[in-house]
């Protein structure tokens, strides 16, 4: 069945890094474009980035601009996400999720379980 | 940026229908989606494409989507679909995926 593992997360000071991973299984990794989604704590959902099947078309929402890079590895069925800069309104648990893209209709399916960045000094 | 909005709470009774609502200018034009998320659970799509269902999800979920809003209805209401509910859209006009903040539904 198709799995997504996201790693990575953990503690780290403001003005730190971070490395996300994303596992896939159970489906052709590379024909799939990938998109990082990410709560934070008690609060309501938003989308951080999206990358092609191939990497060549990324996005990234403006509070993360100049500060993430998505990146994938299609050889290694995995998606990562460099974060730099990290600053606490950055702290949430970041979800991978294979996004559907049809006609522009992009939606998210399925969603991994998560792993939770916190960023505190 | 675009906006999506969602009303905070939705409350009904077992075996009634609930509406959740998703406002947004000219939503009608776009193609809506809806995901549930239960307390400390990854969301998980209930509706695609304003009105198509994922193969698992139960006919008494359904989605419309006209003028300016989008709604999931969910017949028949069960104990178990107490969840946040979330719209969401693709703005192609920059490229971002946008999501409404979010309707917790109460199964009284």
């Known amino acids: 069945q198709v799995q997504l593992v996201e790693s990575g997360g953990g503690l780290v000071k403001p003005g730190g890094s971070l490395r996300l991973s994303c596992a896939a299984s159970?489906?052709?990794?590379?024909?799939?474009?990938m998109s990082w989604i990410r709560q934070a704590p008690g609060k309501g959902l938003e989308w951080v980035s999206y990358?092609?099947?191939?990497?060549?078309?990324?996005y990234y929402a403006d509070s993360v601009k100049g500060r993430f890079t998505i990146s994938r590895d299609n050889a290694k069925n995995s998606l990562y996400l460099q974060m730099n800069s990290l600053r606490a309104e950055d702290t949430a648990v970041y979800y991978c999720?294979?996004?559907?893209?049809?006609?522009?209709?992009?939606?998210?399916?399925?969603w991994g379980q998560g792993t939770l960045v916190t960023v505190s000094s | 940026s675009y906006v999506l909005t969602q009303p905070p709470s939705v409350s009904v009774a077992p075996g009634q229908t609930a509406r959740i609502t998703c406002g947004g200018n000219?939503?009608?034009?776009?193609?809506v989606h809806w995901y549930q998320q239960k307390p400390g659970q990854a969301p998980v799509l209930v509706v695609y494409?304003?009105?198509d269902r994922p193969s698992g999800i139960p006919e008494r979920f359904s989605g419309s989507n006209s003028g300016n809003t989008a709604t999931l209805t969910i017949s028949r209401v069960e104990a178990g679909d107490e969840a946040d509910y979330y719209c969401?859209?693709?703005?192609?006009?920059?490229?971002?995926?946008?999501f409404g903040g979010g309707t917790q539904l109460t199964v009284l």
């Open positions: 159970g489906f052709t990794f590379s024909d799939y474009y």
């Open positions: 999720a294979r996004t559907w893209e049809l006609l522009r209709k992009n939606w998210f399916d399925p």
């Open positions: 969401q859209v693709w703005d192609s006009s920059s490229d971002h995926a946008v």
């Open positions: 990358i092609s099947s191939s990497g060549s078309t990324i």
């Open positions: 000219n939503i009608g034009s776009k193609s």
């Open positions: 494409d304003d009105s």
